[in-house]
């Protein structure tokens, strides 16, 4: 059974910082691309950061230079470390596994989701 667990989110003023965490479970971590998403009221889920089994990372323009995704495969574990945090960074923030192979075909997991709360 695949799990994404997530945890760090919280309430912060804005200018700080929160590092978000996702533990995997039930997968290959290692050889999978892991990526952060997030999802304003009202808005639809846009993808935030990515990071593939090699390193290579992309992220949306509003949050480079502030947000940093990284990945432990000892630990199972993908980062996100946000710098920076403006009030529009408020979100839920999902960690997920995009194409994962089983059985010849591909899924994508998707965490609980963790809520960020940046106030002015």
């Known amino acids: 059974q695949v799990q994404l667990v997530e945890s760090g989110g919280g309430l912060v003023q804005a200018g700080g910082s929160l590092r978000l965490s996702c533990a995997a479970s039930?997968?290959?971590?290692?050889?999978?691309?892991m990526a952060w998403y997030r999802q304003a009221p009202g808005k639809q889920r846009e993808l935030v950061a990515d990071?593939?089994?090699?390193?290579?990372?992309n992220y949306v323009d509003s949050v480079k230079g502030r947000f940093t995704i990284s990945r432990d495969n000892a630990k199972n574990t993908v980062y996100l470390q946000m710098n920076s945090l403006k009030p529009e960074d408020t979100a839920v923030y999902y960690c997920?596994?995009?194409?994962?192979?089983?059985?010849?075909?591909?899924?994508?997991?998707w965490g609980q989701g963790t809520q960020i709360t940046v106030s002015s």
């Open positions: 039930g997968i290959l971590f290692s050889i999978n691309t």
């Open positions: 997920n596994a995009p194409r994962v192979l089983s059985w010849n075909r591909y899924y994508t997991y």
């Open positions: 990071i593939t089994s090699s390193g290579s990372t």
